[in-house]
């Protein structure tokens, strides 16, 4: 079992930036491959972007490449959302999301992820 809890969302202002925080529970955290996702009224789960167990690689949504990053703290059993350039379009509950498989490859489906968390609430105004 692993558990996730998230932070760090609020209302920022177009333009603005926001880092959002994962802290694992429940496995060594090194052994996780961790995924960002968000959900905006009245869309589908999107997938935002994920992070290999050792924070070297990541790989990124076309809609969000260049306006974010994603970095993990294997310390501190941690991963990091940092959005920069923010957008009304990017309103949305954003989860964190980890995979304990050994599967290679990288995972941008929900369906590849087995834990997720409650999710914390991103709000852009124009």
């Known amino acids: 079992q692993v558990q996730l809890v998230e932070s760090g969302g609020g209302l920022v202002q177009a333009g603005g930036s926001l880092r959002l925080s994962c802290a694992a529970s429940?496995?060594?955290?090194?052994?996780?491959?961790m995924g960002w996702f968000r959900h905006a009224p009245g869309k589908d789960l999107e997938f935002v972007g994920t992070?290999?167990?050792?924070?070297?690689?990541?790989y990124y949504a076309d809609s969000v490449k260049g306006r974010i990053t994603i970095s993990r703290d294997n310390r501190k059993n941690t991963v990091y959302l940092q959005m920069n350039s923010l957008k009304p379009e990017d309103t949305a509950v954003y989860y964190c999301?980890?995979?304990?498989?050994?599967?290679?490859?990288?995972?941008?489906?929900?369906?590849?992820?087995?834990?997720w968390g409650q999710g914390t609430q991103v709000t852009v105004s124009s």
């Open positions: 992070i290999n167990r050792s924070g070297v690689s990541t």
């Open positions: 999301a980890a995979d304990t498989t050994l599967r290679t490859g990288w995972r941008t489906g929900e369906s590849e992820y087995e834990y």
């Open positions: 429940g496995r060594t955290f090194v052994t996780i491959v």
